[in-house]
Structures are given as structure tokens and as C-alpha cells.
């Protein structure tokens, strides 16, 4: 436990930055919400670099929030709300943009699509029997993934960032004495 503490704390003395801290945090929550299936790390790696942001901080916040016993909660809860949010709320209509999605997915070689094709049955099963939603959509999920993670991390910030403020003095009053 102390060794935990310590390697928090040493994360913390890195940056010494609230904001910077702060915004790494809510920007691994972003990540860690996204609908990008398999991109997470890649994005988490790119974003730090990019933005100059605390890797360890943005990977540690992605992994603990998406890991393997959130990331069914998580992927339903950003299709619901997506599915929400899209058909009901602000009536969008896919079907030209699924039509297009499906001759893309058809142009894929046989092998593939039937994979594909497998996994796609046992999907719409799922939200069709399970979750009583009429028809699953691509979209529905990636809209519900990308505005919870934007909403959720906007909430966060605030939070975050005045919690690193505190754990920065508390610890740099530590040292002096």
C-alpha cells in the first residue's frame, strides 16, 4: 500500500501543475468513454504526446475507468444514452448513413464479413431481446460515447483539478517539515 502511495505521489511531485493534471485526468476519462473499440492506449499515447500531458496520469485514469469489468456497463450505458439522445430526443434518421456503412462492410472480403456478420447477429440479438431497443446503430453508439465522455470529463474538471490543488499543498507541506 505505502509503495502505491508513493508512486502517487511521485506522479503528483512530476507535474506539479493542478491544471495540467486536471486535464490529463479528465482527457484519460474522455478516452476511457470513447466508442474507438481497441484504439484506447494508441489515443491515450498520441493525446499525451501531442497535448504534453502526463502519460502515466491520462493511461491510469483510461485503464481504471475502461477495464474488462466496466467496459460492457460502459459501451451499453454510451448506446442507450446515444440511442436516446439520437432517435428520441433529436429524431435522427440513419438509415442512409447505415446503407452506406453496410456496402463498406460488404466490399470486405468473405472470410471477414462472415466474422463480422456472426458478431453483428449476436449484437442486435442482444439489444433487441436484452436491452428491448428496436434496432441496434452504429451511430447511436458512437454519438453516446463521445458526448457522455465530453460531458462526464467537463464535470470532472472542476473536481479534479481542486483536488490536485489540495494533495499538491498538503504534500509540499509535508516536505517542509
Keep these: 500500500m505505502n509503495s502505491l502511495m508513493s508512486f502517487f ?5 512530476k507535474e506539479k ?3 495540467r493534471l486536471a486535464l490529463a485526468f479528465c482527457l484519460g476519462n ?6 474507438f473499440i481497441g484504439l484506447h492506449t494508441i489515443m491515450v499515447f ?3 504526446w501531442v ?9 491510469t485514469v483510461s485503464m481504471a475507468i475502461n477495464n474488462i469489468w466496466t467496459l460492457v ?4 450505458s454510451d448506446y442507450i444514452f446515444g440511442y436516446w439522445l439520437s432517435h428520441n430526443f433529436l429524431k435522427l434518421n440513419f438509415t442512409n448513413l447505415n446503407k452506406i ?20 447477429d449476436c449484437t442486435k440479438h442482444f439489444f433487441q431481446e436484452t436491452l428491448g431497443l428496436p434496432k441496434p446503430c452504429l451511430w447511436s453508439f458512437l454519438i453516446g460515447g463521445n458526448i457522455l465522455g465530453l460531458v462526464t470529463s467537463l464535470m470532472l474538471y472542476p473536481i479534479i ?9 498538503q504534500i509540499d507541506s509535508t516536505k517542509v517539515v
Excluded at 109 to 119: D, E, W
Design 51 to 59: 497535448f504534453g500531458l502526463s502519460l502515466p496520469v491520462m493511461l
Design 46 to 48: 498520441i493525446c499525451a
Design 9 to 13: 505521489k511521485n506522479l503528483i511531485l
Design 73 to 76: 456497463p460502459i459501451y451499453v
Design 161 to 169: 483539478k481542486r483536488l490536485f490543488t489540495k494533495l499538491i499543498a
Design 30 to 35: 474522455f478516452i476511457a468513454f470513447s466508442p
Design 17 to 19: 501543475s493542478p491544471h
Design 101 to 120: 456503412l453496410l456496402t463498406i462492410i460488404s466490399w470486405l472480403p468473405t472470410l471477414f464479413f462472415q466474422k463480422v456478420h456472426g458478431a453483428l
